[in-house]
Every structure is written in structure tokens, then in C-alpha cells.
T-cell receptor, first 113, second 112 residues
Framework: DTAVSQTPKYLVTQMGNDKSIKCEQN?????MYWYKQDSKKFLKIMFS???????INETVPNRFSPKSPDKAHLNLHINSLELGDSAVYFC????????????FGQGTRLTVV | AQSVTQLGSHVSVSEGALVLLRCNYS??????LFWYVQYPNQGLQLLLK??????LVKGINGFEAEFKKSETSFHLTKPSAHMSDAAEYFC??????????FGKGTRLHILP
């Protein structure tokens, strides 16, 4: 069984559209994250949720809205997509305390045309 | 606030030679430190982590890293490089706020 799974793996869409990426973890972790990896491979944290509560919200445009229906799921909805949103988005989960390791999904490659 | 600096965006070593990837961190609290590897078109896989139990940490695939507080470093090494080690390597730090901050990555090239 995949520990952290994201869908879809690839997403090609036009500017101005709204899209969602789903993430699920079956590790029983209480913390989940979204990261954005740009074309230079730089990984930037976007959001972190702990037990369905937003903990970290970096300077991300309001067009990005995370939603956590339960602690095993953290979805990312993006409104009014822009060319600059093209990137690989990674979901991750970890156990919150004690320096828990973050386990990553396989990523969603978003291409905005 | 935590931060991580990886020296060298590209490192090339010959097959069989020593691999050394450098990472320096900044943290106001005792850090948790990680090395991850990313193969092309894949997610990140944990190589090893430091959580204050031992300064020399052994990981998967023959990699190890040594935590040096005096130098604020956590360099990754492997005695003998293999072609399959070619990948992107990321150093990361985690503070008490659960935020995991990554370095900019080092692309490791293995020369035949």
C-alpha cells in the first residue's frame, strides 16, 4: 500500500481554470504538508495541517486553499490558475513531535498553458 | 528561524570515489536534520536523519552523515559512489514548529 498518495500525477490545464489535487496518507500521522517544487528543484513549504487545523501558511496567494476533511487527507484547491503555478506539488505527512520523518507522495506535475 | 545551505548545486564524482555533499544549518533550537534523495520524476525518499541520539548517522544505500554542532554542519558521505547514486539530494531541518525547511538541493553526477 502506498503510504502517501496524490492524485492526479499529471495535470495540464488552461490559465484561469480551477483545479484540485488530492492527498491521502495511511500512516496514521497527525501532520500533513503541501510543498511546491519549481523548475530549479527548489522545495518550498506552502501549508501544514496538524489534526485538521492549519498550522503553517507561508506567503501563498489566496488562490491556493488547502482543505483537510480529516487528518488522513489534505487536498489543495487552486483557483484562477496562472502560468507561474506550473510546478510539481508534493504532499507529505509526518508524526508531529520528536522530529518525525516526513514521508512524501510521488508528486503532481501541474502544467498551466 | 531555521535555514539550510547546501554548498554546490552540482557535484561530480567518479564511480568508486568518495561522495561528499555539504550541508550547513541554522537553527535557534536543537535541530532535527534530514537528508533526502530524489530520483528523476519521483518523490523524496529519506536517506537518514539526525535526532540527537548519535552524531554519526548511518542511512540507506551506504550513506552516512555526521552532525557537528561546532560547525553547524551535517555533511553527507558515501565511501564509494555507484552509478545508481546519481540523483538530487536535499538536506532539511525541522524545528519545534514542525516546519521542515529544505536546502536548494545538490545534483550528484557519477562519472564512469
Amino acid at each position: 500500500d502506498t503510504a502517501v498518495s496524490q492524485t492526479p500525477k499529471y495535470l495540464v490545464t488552461q490559465m484561469g481554470n480551477d483545479k484540485s489535487i488530492k492527498c491521502e496518507q495511511n500512516l496514521g500521522h497527525d501532520t500533513m504538508y503541501w510543498y511546491k517544487q519549481d523548475s530549479k528543484k527548489f522545495l518550498k513549504i506552502m501549508f501544514s495541517y496538524n489534526n485538521k487545523e492549519l498550522i503553517i501558511n507561508e506567503t501563498v496567494p489566496n488562490r491556493f486553499s488547502p482543505k483537510s476533511p480529516d487528518k488522513a487527507h489534505l487536498n489543495l484547491h487552486i483557483n484562477s490558475l496562472e502560468l507561474g503555478d506550473s510546478a510539481v506539488y508534493f504532499c507529505a505527512s509526518s508524526q508531529g513531535e520528536g522530529g518525525g520523518t516526513a514521508f512524501f507522495g510521488q508528486g503532481t506535475r501541474l502544467t498551466v498553458v | 528561524a531555521q535555514s539550510v545551505t547546501q554548498l554546490g548545486s552540482h557535484v561530480s564524482v567518479s564511480e568508486g570515489a568518495l561522495v561528499l555533499l555539504r550541508c550547513n544549518y541554522s537553527s535557534s533550537v536543537p535541530p532535527y536534520l534530514f537528508w533526502y534523495v530524489q530520483y528523476p520524476n519521483q518523490g523524496l525518499q529519506l536517506l537518514l536523519k539526525y535526532t540527537s541520539a548519535a552524531t554519526l548517522v548511518k542511512g540507506i544505500n551506504g550513506f552516512e552523515a555526521e552532525f557537528k554542532k561546532s560547525e553547524t554542519s551535517f555533511h553527507l558521505t558515501k565511501p564509494s559512489a555507484h552509478m545508481s547514486d546519481a540523483a538530487e539530494y536535499f538536506c532539511a531541518v525541522r524545528g519545534r514548529d514542525d516546519k521542515i525547511i529544505f536546502g536548494k538541493g545538490t545534483r550528484l553526477h557519477i562519472l564512469p
